[in-house]
């Protein structure tokens, strides 16, 4: 590749976790960014404009929009702005309301898209994964099945069964755009965040899994720093650890499809780690057995990824710092 082409980075999963990753690589002209959003959201504001007007759901897409706008910080403002809940527009937010009201002006979600992009001065493309209505189904290791993204997110089921299968329903093919971003990429990016509820229902679309496999792409998958309640755990409320992470994205997009794992490696103060477990159940994720990994075929990049702050969040700088180091190994 030359030293001085631009290289294409393609971005999959969605909510907070596309929206830092975003936020980190915006700003680096030498990327072309393409942010894949999944379309199984179902919560809040956005689940209501589904069933009052019949479109995609504009959640994710919001964030995707806001994290790669050139006026990031007005558009910020604006979009996530939220309805007092006495109001007559009830709680909703206005990047939602304006992505619904652009596509009814235009004709369809993808030209509303186009032009809501347009108009905020979007850095890149934001493209959903799929075209076609869908929501999120998984199944409980006692064969429970529980519908729709909403009631996974927030464990509206037996907690004391862990997940063991997702799948969509009915089952979508992927939007062409989608593909040809994933076609084209150098650099494929599978983000942190709600594993379930928002990275794998991307690759559940009938489509990607197979144009990711088939891809000369370097696909690198970032863990998460912490694990998330019921989401992410394992039978006898184990919580997941690096492998079990790993473990689902290769079930969903093939074994040997990896190139590289990213995990977090700096420091989190023992006083911090136990108050995210008092109040939110959560624990850092980690690796704690390293002959796990011997014989596989990506490799692990162990890195301080840390906001230096007392809130366990990804830094921004140094999550970028990650992607230039994979970006000049591909120039070379």
Known sequence: MSSDKKINITVLGGWKGSYSMLSAIRDNDAYNISS????????????VLRKEFDILPPGDIRR?????????DLVKELFEYRYDKDTSVNGHVIGNLLITAMSHVTGSFEKGLKQICKLFKVKGRVIPVTLEKSDLEVTLEDGTKVFWETNIDEANYDTSKCIVEAQLVPWVDANPKALRAIHKSDIIVLTFGDIYTSLVPNLLVSGMAEA?????????????????????TKGNHEHFEVIDFVEVIEKYL??????YVVVNNGYIPDNIAEKYKKLEHKSPVKIKNINEFHGKNYEILERDLLHENDR??????KVAKVIAEIAEKIKK
């Open 312 to 317: 366990v969040r990804h830094s921004y700088d």
């Open 36 to 47: 894949i959003v999944s379309m199984s959201d179902s919560g809040g504001s956005t689940g």
């Open 212 to 232: 990711i496999c088939n891809s000369d792409a370097q696909v690198v998958y970032f863990t998460n720093l912490m694990t998330k309640k019921w989401e992410s």
């Open 64 to 72: 995707a929009v806001i994290a790669l706008s050139r006026e990031h």
């Open 254 to 259: 093939g074994k040997c499809m990896l190139d």
